[in-house]
């Protein structure tokens, strides 16, 4: 190391050369199938009730009608008729998944918008912002008189 111009260790030095160097403490091992820098959620994703101007919501797989979180084996859609406790309302439903189900099951469930008795059924919900939004104007001629009360013509 002695005949470069510059004493920083590189590649080219060997083992013997840098002397004991203190062991460091080595990170834990990622668990398998976690991405990177993350950590795991529940089967029912992200559940955080403490968020404020949030809300959880349920809704329709197909018509995206708001419905009653408490979901019977015989529930339907209000709006369009589509059975609520089937596989595409279920919060466990995963196209790639084997089964189309991220938990255990023996066999395919089939079809998948149908009801059915599944025990692991657990329902979808979202969270939304609440807005809060302004009584909207009773008439276009309203919205007319607000921009001419704005260049005021």
């Not at 991405?35 to 959880?56: C, F, I, Q, V, W």
């Not at 979901?71 to 859609?77: H, V």
């Not at 609520?84 to 089964?99: E, G, I, K, P, Y």
């Amino acid at each position: 190391m002695s005949d470069r111009k510059y004493r920083q260790r590189g590649y080219q030095d060997d083992d013997r050369d840098r002397g004991r160097q203190p062991e460091r403490t080595s990170r834990p091992a990622p668990q398998p199938g976690a991405p990177a820098a993350t950590r795991r959620l529940s089967s029912e994703g992200a559940r955080n009730p403490n968020l404020m101007g949030y809300h959880e919501v349920v809704k329709c797989a197909r018509c995206g009608a708001p419905v009653d979180p408490a979901i019977l084996s015989l529930s339907t859609c209000g709006k369009c008729g589509q059975a609520l406790h089937a596989c595409v309302q279920c919060a466990h439903f995963d196209t790639s998944a084997t089964f189309e189900c991220q938990q255990k099951i023996p066999a395919r469930v089939s079809p998948k918008d149908a009801a059915n008795d599944c025990t692991l059924f657990a329902v979808r919900a979202s969270w939304e912002r609440e807005t809060s939004s302004s009584v909207a104007p009773s008439s276009t001629s309203s919205a007319k008189k607000a921009f001419d009360d704005l260049f005021n013509f």
